[in-house]
């Protein structure tokens, strides 16, 4: 029985390893779509959203049932009630992409996105699999110290943030939509980032029991 129930926790962290490759997808095919004001991509990003969010609900059928069952204690509850967030926060990834779809979708076939501000989101994206790789590696591995990095790549995605604030903040000239659009396509690469660290925080939990502090650089 406890074979199987290891089995089980193995199944766990596999599928959200695999959830992190999905949504990684996503974000790579829906910027695909808003830098080449591409209708057909964003919409294939939307409608591929539901195998996200149907993967979740497999991850947090299955650990309600190991709780039910198996009453874990220790770190494999720890593992067994993590997943399930870090299954919410990994979805809520997915559903960003799609968010930025959606905008892709509503411009398309023009591009949403001012040509001055294409190379910052085109590395707002490239961080973001940066992000996603690594958190999909630090569940796989449950290595806290590459848990940890999550955080330091993410202060990429926040400096990127920070450099469309400025652009739209300067001789902004082209008009209320875009500036619109732009403001919230950066928030979504922005709040994607922040997941990710919500889920190296858990990985951090997971393994120590706690979230660790500045002196041990177990947080940021």
Known sequence: ??????????????????????????????????????????????A????????????????????????????DLRM?????HMSSDIE????????????ARMSAPNVAVPENLRPIIADMARVGQKLVQATGDAIGSKDVYAAVEIGRIDDEMDELHKKVFTTLLGDWEHGMEAGVNATL?????????????????????????????PDEGLTR
């Open 80 to 84: 067994v009630v993590t997943a399930m």
């Open 1 to 46: 029985m406890r074979d199987a129930f290891h089995e089980d926790l193995d199944k766990i962290s596999d599928q959200l390893v695999d959830m992190t490759k999905l949504v990684g997808t996503a974000l790579e095919r829906a910027t695909a779509a808003l830098l080449e004001g591409d209708r057909t991509i964003a919409e294939s990003v939307i």
């Open 92 to 103: 809520r990834m997915g559903d960003l992409a799609r968010h930025i779809a959606k905008v």
């Open 185 to 213: 396509l950066s928030r979504y690469y922005e709040r994607y980032g922040d997941h990710a660290v919500a889920v190296a925080d858990r990985i951090v939990y997971l393994v120590t029991g706690r979230y660790g502090n």
């Open 48 to 75: 591929a959203d539901d195998d996200i969010d149907a993967l979740r609900r497999e991850v947090d059928d299955l650990a309600v049932d190991l709780l039910a069952r198996q009453q874990p204690v220790a770190t």
